[in-house]
């Protein structure tokens, strides 16, 4: 794919677009006031996508995660400092 020149004014107006296409291969140059500023483009190597992950990469993420020992606390202490909402219709 030949590589575009684009107005940065092009880019702040239309940047879902630009960026849908740079993720589809497309190449920009960005100019302000003509002069080049920017090369944007898809990245170097596309991330593999996980979709499902096996049990033991799961236990081994969940064991190296360290344990909050006060969330319960948190919690309890946040439900005790809300108010009842109350009936709004017993007005």
């Known amino acids: 794919m030949a590589r575009r020149t684009i107005p940065q004014r092009e880019?702040?107006?239309?940047?879902?677009?630009?960026?849908?296409e740079a993720e589809a291969?497309?190449?920009?140059?960005v100019t302000v006031r003509?002069?080049?500023v920017?090369?944007?483009?898809?990245p170097e190597?596309?991330?593999?996508?996980r979709t499902n992950v096996d049990g033991e990469t799961l236990r081994a993420i969940l064991a190296a995660t360290p344990v909050d020992e006060d969330?319960?606390?948190?919690?309890?202490e946040?439900?005790?400092?809300?108010?009842e909402p109350g009936d709004p219709w017993a007005d």
Do not use: M, Q, W, Y
Request: cysteine-free; charged content about 30%; overall charge positive.
């Open 11 to 20: 880019l702040r107006n239309d940047v879902a677009r630009i960026l849908r």
């Open 25 to 29: 291969g497309a190449e920009f140059t």
């Open 34 to 36: 003509g002069r080049p």
């Open 38 to 42: 920017a090369h944007l483009g898809p």
């Open 45 to 49: 190597e596309k991330p593999a996508r």
């Open 71 to 76: 969330f319960a606390s948190d919690i309890a």
């Open 78 to 83: 946040l439900r005790a400092a809300e108010a």
